[in-house]
């Protein structure tokens, strides 16, 4: 949707061009024609910052997923899981994981 709406942008300037171009009195136009700009700045600037704000959100409820899925199996393995396994290996796979959801996953939503 963002790329519509730099494309539109593109056209109106190629639009506008043309028209000052071939029109004698193109500063009578100018307010309008920079109005018309402004507004299509704006509606793409809306949807980027739309787009960037879905995609926080997105990945904010899966990493806060993925973590309360983590906690949840961990708090309900044996003892002897605990036992065999460092609670350092346990503390950096759950962060690495979380981690690697947070940069990358993300990225591949946008």
């Known amino acids: 949707?963002?790329?519509?709406?730099?494309?539109?942008?593109?056209?109106?300037?190629?639009y506008w061009s043309e028209l000052s171009k071939a029109d004698g009195h193109a500063e009578?136009?100018?307010?309008?024609?920079?109005?018309?700009?402004?507004?299509?700045?704006c509606c793409s600037a809306l949807l980027i910052l739309f787009r960037e704000l879905q995609s926080v959100i997105a990945g904010w409820f899966s990493a806060r997923n993925l973590h309360l899925k983590l906690i949840?199996?961990?708090?309900?393995?044996?003892?002897?899981?605990?036992?065999r396994t460092p609670i350092g290996r346990i503390v950096s796979r759950l962060s690495g994981d979380t981690d690697v959801l947070g940069k990358y996953c993300t990225?591949?939503?946008t």
């Open 1 to 14: 949707m963002t790329r519509f709406s730099f494309s539109i942008q593109d056209w109106w300037l190629a």
């Open 28 to 41: 009578q136009d100018a307010a309008w024609n920079i109005s018309i700009y402004a507004m299509l700045a």
């Open 107 to 109: 990225r591949l939503l």
């Open 72 to 83: 949840r199996n961990i708090l309900r393995s044996p003892m002897e899981f605990f036992d």
